[in-house]
């Protein structure tokens, strides 16, 4: 069936150097996945997406990378700062309408 | 920047009683959703709403849960008889066009006693 999952529930880096958060998913019809950000009693706020019919795009401070060969989603921050601390979801669409979210990964910024 | 705004922040009510929740989507907007998030889980897909009918409901969206679009601006989701597990986050997101980022609203947290 249909899933979206990431990889590990948590993570921990230090401040300054590069994060990356991982997320499979197993619907080979989708073709276009977001990155949410979501910080305690928020709603997820958006990162950056990428379509199918790429394979990398970058936005400040951040990369996302699609390999749709093994179905696996990946966002890199750069030099990661303490207000990157927060829940990160990825979330695909195969259709025009409803949004499938993975768990979601708690990344914890140290000083 | 625009952005989704949703009331109340908080609501608590009584196990069968009705609830509304409301949203206002980004004003050009003219897809909108609801989504909701148990505690600790992951944001689940309830309904999309296109053109002032439903487009796609989960299984979770039953007989009990109903949307609307009163006037011009605001997306209302009601929950007719709420039960316990009815419980959770309630998020209203919209997007400028089909396959387009969908942005959230900040949610209506629901507690059910």
């Known amino acids: 069936g249909e899933s979206v999952g990431l990889h590990l529930p948590t993570l921990s880096v230090q401040e300054g150097d590069n994060s990356i958060i991982n997320c499979a998913y197993s619907?080979?019809?989708?073709?276009?996945f977001i990155w949410y950000k979501q910080e305690s009693g928020k709603g997820p706020q958006f990162i950056i997406d990428?379509?199918?019919?790429?394979d990398k795009r970058q936005g400040q401070r951040v990369t996302v990378l699609l390999n749709k060969t093994v179905k696996h989603l990946s966002l890199q921050i750069a030099a990661t700062q303490p207000g990157d601390s927060a829940v990160y979801f990825c979330?695909?669409?195969?259709?025009?309408?409803?949004?499938?979210f993975g768990a979601g990964t708690t990344v914890t910024v140290r000083a | 920047e625009p952005e989704v705004t949703q009331t109340p922040s908080h609501q608590v009510t009584q196990m069968g009683q009705e609830v509304i929740l409301r949203c206002v989507p980004i004003?050009?907007?003219?897809?909108f959703y609801w989504y909701r998030q148990i505690l600790g889980q992951k944001v689940e897909f309830l309904v999309s709403?296109?053109?002032?009918?439903?487009?796609?409901k989960s299984e979770i969206f039953d007989d009990q849960f109903s949307v609307e679009r009163p006037d011009g601006s605001n997306f209302t989701l009601k929950i007719r008889s709420t039960k316990l597990e009815d419980s959770a986050m309630y998020f209203c997101?919209?997007?400028?066009?089909?396959?387009?980022?969908?942005?959230f609203g900040p949610g209506t947290r629901l507690l059910v006693l």
């Open positions: 997101a919209s997007s400028v066009a089909a396959q387009e980022t969908q942005y």
């Open positions: 619907n080979s019809a989708s073709d276009y």
């Open positions: 990428i379509r199918s019919n790429m």
């Open positions: 979330a695909e669409t195969a259709n025009d309408y409803k949004l499938s």
């Open positions: 004003s050009n907007h003219l897809y």
């Open positions: 709403f296109y053109n002032n009918e439903i487009s796609e």
